[in-house]
């Protein structure tokens, strides 16, 4: 029960620290709101148009592809380190994770996910 008395005063006493610095903040940081401060800005650009545009779901497709075909490889360094501990099912086990790899790829390549245009 201890443990979880410590775990519990830890938390209170971070989000207190979280809580009393923005109070702090607001007490002195200046208040002097105006209409250009409180107009919405992207990038220090005065804003036009409108911002609801239609975007293609292809970008955020590639770039999840990239995202997970780049976390998988990140999986690569450790094996690499211990290869010769491991030796030939080490070896076997990481042919099939690249093979997974390469079916993923291939399924992504004739479904047309790699085109960026």
Do not use: H
């Not at 971070?14 to 409180?38: D, E, I, M, Y």
């Not at 999986?75 to 997974?100: C, Q, S």
């Amino acid at each position: 029960m201890g443990n979880y008395f410590d775990v519990l005063l830890f938390l209170t006493v971070g989000v207190g620290f979280v809580f009393l610095g923005l109070w702090v903040a607001k007490l002195l940081r200046p208040n002097l709101p105006n209409t250009g401060k409180q107009s919405i800005f992207e990038c220090g650009e005065r804003p036009y148009g409108d911002s609801r545009l239609k975007f293609r779901v292809r970008y955020y497709i590639f770039a999840l592809v990239f995202v997970i075909f780049d976390v998988e490889v990140i999986f690569l360094y450790p094996w690499a380190v211990v290869f010769r501990e491991l030796g030939l099912p080490g070896l076997v086990e990481m042919v099939v994770f690249l093979g997974i790899l390469v079916v993923g790829l291939v399924y992504a390549w004739k479904k047309k996910v790699l085109q960026w245009v």
